[in-house]
């Protein structure tokens, strides 16, 4: 059993996930082309950050598939961070209705265009979808990021650890989670659930709880083993993300030494 001193660790370009502070992502939700430039240009003014993820749930193209590549092809070029490309469904709290079998075409959109170090898959699409898409994504040496979305609710422990479980199963090499908590103790549970995978598992996880009561997750993660929190520079993508300089402020202090 790895200590929490000897958690999972991944390296993404220049960012290693489980070591030292956890890594900060910024999302993006503009909906058009030239907004998503603009605002990646304005975020690499900006210091100490790790992340830009491109939520394409949001990009008002999004089924032009000549329209993806272009923008994906463009944010690369624009940004020097690590990029991950997300498109999150309805089902998990996001912007699109998207059949499974379109999901898949997208994704593998993104995976062809080689515009991305990491790519989200939800982890409802299915293990058979999955599995292809993983081993797809693996070829083209991008990064994958297994999620779980629970906008209604934080389900029991079991549940938790089974999900994060899973995703390590099927090949995942980040593994998130996300719930919303209806107490405080739903708060500590994913804690605790995220504390004991974090030292059994062999993949870096992200949790967080979403909400203003879920808000102490997003900066305590390198206590219980979460290695990533998003925060904002901009719109938030998420209930409970906080601006970039008071995360970057709250983390510091954590991490003191």
Same mark, same amino acid.
């Given at each position: ?22 890594? +900060?992502?910024?999302? +993006? ?18 210091? @100490? ?10 990009? $008002?193209? &999004? ?23 997300? +498109? ?8 699109? @209705? ?10 593998? !959109? ?7 170090? !990491?790519?989200?898959?939800? &982890? ?21 990021? +297994? ?19 899973? %995703? ?9 989670? $996300?719930? %919303? ?14 504390? @004991? ?33 998003? $925060? ?5 993508? $998420?209930?409970?993300? !906080?601006? &970039?300089? @008071?995360?970057?402020?709250? &983390?510091?202090? !954590?991490?003191?030494?």
């Amino acid at each position: 059993m790895m200590s929490s001193q000897n958690r999972a660790c991944l390296q993404v370009k220049n960012i290693v996930f489980g070591e030292g502070i956890p890594k +900060i992502c910024l999302p +993006i939700v503009d909906t058009a082309h030239k907004d998503i430039i603009q605002t990646i240009d304005r975020y690499e003014t900006l210091d @100490d950050w790790d992340v830009v993820e491109i939520r394409l749930d949001f990009f $008002a193209n &999004l089924m032009d598939d000549e329209a993806v590549k272009a923008l994906l092809q463009d944010v690369y070029k624009h940004c020097q961070h690590v990029v991950l490309v997300t +498109i999150r469904t309805k089902l998990e709290g996001g912007q699109i @209705d998207l059949t499974k079998d379109d999901y898949c075409h997208l994704i593998k !959109i993104i995976i062809d265009c080689g515009a991305a170090d !990491i790519i989200d898959l939800e &982890l409802s699409l299915g293990e058979e979808r999955l599995r292809s898409l993983i081993e797809d994504a693996k070829s083209h040496d991008i990064v994958t990021l +297994i999620s779980s979305h629970d906008f209604k609710e934080t389900p029991d422990n079991g549940e938790l650890a089974r999900r994060l479980t899973l %995703m390590e199963a099927l090949g995942g090499d980040l593994l998130k989670l $996300a719930c %919303m908590p209806q107490t405080e103790k739903d708060v500590v549970r994913l804690q605790d659930v995220t504390f @004991d995978c974090a030292n059994t598992l062999h993949q870096p996880l992200i949790t967080m709880s979403m909400g203003q009561m879920g808000i102490l997750t997003r900066v305590t993660g390198e206590l219980y083993g979460s290695t990533m929190t998003f $925060a904002t520079a901009g719109k938030p993508s $998420a209930p409970g993300q !906080i601006p &970039l300089e @008071d995360m970057v402020q709250v &983390l510091d202090v !954590i991490h003191y030494d």
